[in-house]
């Protein structure tokens, strides 16, 4: 029978007459970072698969079985093993919102009232995520970054369009180049930071402002458990103590600087992709070109590790940190913000990180006279990036910023 795979797209042969986690074992691939389709459905890994079958095995991203769902009893679709639990198509849709509807009343995201930016990448998480809020009832709309990465960026922008198309929302579309006249792969070659570190940077700044413009009381992203998982590793391993403390599904709103919540940190990355195809989303499949060999997908594979041998590792990892952990970390980091006196937005410094990021990439100058700090180095850069990161910052940053 025949097998695609994707990322990289190839076909390979295999015999049929057996298992979906048969065929995924001759592989090498982990059921828990794999979607099996067959003909527009999601196959669990106790399916029987026939020789003449065709399947697609998709990365994240999962699996599922001859299971019944735990809700109604009807034919499984999907399989959650850190659950113990299978779900149908219904059930696994309410399973996941209600997941969210969890997040959003725990750290009190935010209301009925509220107008939420979802910041929308094209890829599984973010446009399930929108999907998710504009099926609860909240007033969302979405942002599209284009980052101006060649066919990548591209392909994400019109699935971004593609999902408003009968949708009672709007996207909102800043690009990068057009707005600050660097695009991602300049910046990685012109400045001093890693093409990641820049990239982190110029999307939490433009998320903050594109939301502050237009009058959003929240920011949404569609970081995972997962992600917020491998983040969280990778801060442990550091001992990145204000990382760690920083590391929260809400960050509150201060001067200037918008609220910004992650309302899918309560589910998997495998979720999410068995969301956004059953609500036939589509979405990007590919990875960002420019993140091989990134530190974050090596502790996200070694979570999965983990989480193959003991189904819910990463859960525990990350939300057992949010109930005992974080306390422990808190701190009262009170450093004062002031308008960045290039662009308005707040920095402790005199220009923000962005704006002197900015600076270097374009071989600009930053008008005034010096006050000691050189661009892109300031003492500045560590607090603003803590005041605006709501993830941990690639170390590239953090080692310029301890200087
Ligand atoms: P990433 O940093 O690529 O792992 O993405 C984390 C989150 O940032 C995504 O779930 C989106 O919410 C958001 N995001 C990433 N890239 C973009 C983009 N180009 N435009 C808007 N939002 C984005
Ligand atoms: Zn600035």
């Given amino acids: 029978m025949k097998v695609r795979l994707r990322n990289p797209d190839r076909e390979v042969e295999v015999a049929g007459g057996r298992k979906v986690h048969q065929v995924l074992g001759e592989l090498g691939i982990n059921p828990d970072t794999v979607l099996v389709i067959r003909e527009r459905e999601l196959l669990t890994r106790e399916e029987r698969l026939d020789e003449a079958d065709e399947i697609e095995i998709r990365p994240v991203i999962s699996g599922g079985s001859g299971m019944k769902c735990r809700r109604c009893k009807a034919p499984a679709v999907v399989e959650l093993r850190?659950?113990?639990?299978?779900f149908c198509h219904d059930c696994f849709v309410r399973h996941v919102r209600e997941q969210v509807k969890r997040a959003i009343a725990a750290f009190q995201m935010f209301g009925p009232e509220d107008r939420v930016l979802v910041a929308v990448s094209g890829g599984k998480d973010s446009l399930a995520l929108w999907d998710i809020l504009l099926e609860l009832g909240y007033r969302a709309d979405g942002l599209y970054?284009?980052?101006?990465?060649?066919g990548y960026s591209s392909r994400s922008r019109d699935l971004a369009r593609t999902f408003v198309e009968g949708r009672d929302t709007h996207l909102v579309e800043v690009d990068l180049a057009e707005e600050y006249g660097f695009d991602v792969p300049t910046a990685g070659r012109k400045g001093s930071r890693s093409t990641c570190a820049v990239c982190g940077l110029s999307k939490r700044y433009v998320f903050n402002r594109a939301?502050?413009?237009?009058?959003?009381?929240?920011v949404a992203t569609g970081?995972?458990?997962?992600?917020?998982a491998a983040t969280l590793l990778g801060n442990t391993l550091r001992w990145q103590t204000e990382y760690i403390a920083r590391q929260f599904p809400v960050l509150p709103a201060e001067e200037g600087l918008v609220r910004k919540v992650?309302?899918?940190?309560?589910?998997?990355?495998?979720?999410?992709?068995?969301?956004?195809?059953l609500r036939s989303i589509d979405?990007?499949?590919e990875e960002c070109p420019l993140v091989a060999g990134n530190t974050q997908l090596r502790y996200k594979e070694a979570m999965?590790?983990?989480?193959?041998?003991?189904?819910?590792?990463?859960a525990q990892f990350f939300l057992n940190y949010l109930d005992r952990g974080a306390p422990l970390f808190a701190t009262q980091d009170a450093a004062e913000l002031h308008p960045c006196e290039r662009c308005g937005q707040p920095t402790t410094g005199r220009f923000c990180a962005f704006c002197r990021a900015r600076e270097q990439i374009l071989g600009e100058q930053l008008e005034g006279p010096s006050t000691g700090d050189r661009p892109g180095e300031g003492p500045g850069d560590r607090e603003l990036v803590e005041s605006m990161s709501e993830e941990v910052l690639p170390e590239e940053i953090y080692r310029r910023v301890r200087g």
């Fill in 223 to 228: 970081h995972n458990l997962d992600d917020e």
């Fill in 145 to 150: 970054l284009g980052l101006g990465i060649g």
């Fill in 283 to 285: 979405y990007v499949v």
């Fill in 304 to 314: 999965n590790q983990l989480e193959a041998g003991s189904p819910g590792t990463k």
């Fill in 211 to 218: 939301a502050g413009d237009r009058g959003y009381d929240v």
């Fill in 82 to 86: 850190r659950h113990n639990a299978a």
């Fill in 262 to 277: 992650k309302p899918l940190y309560r589910l998997s990355e495998h979720e999410t992709a068995a969301y956004a195809f």
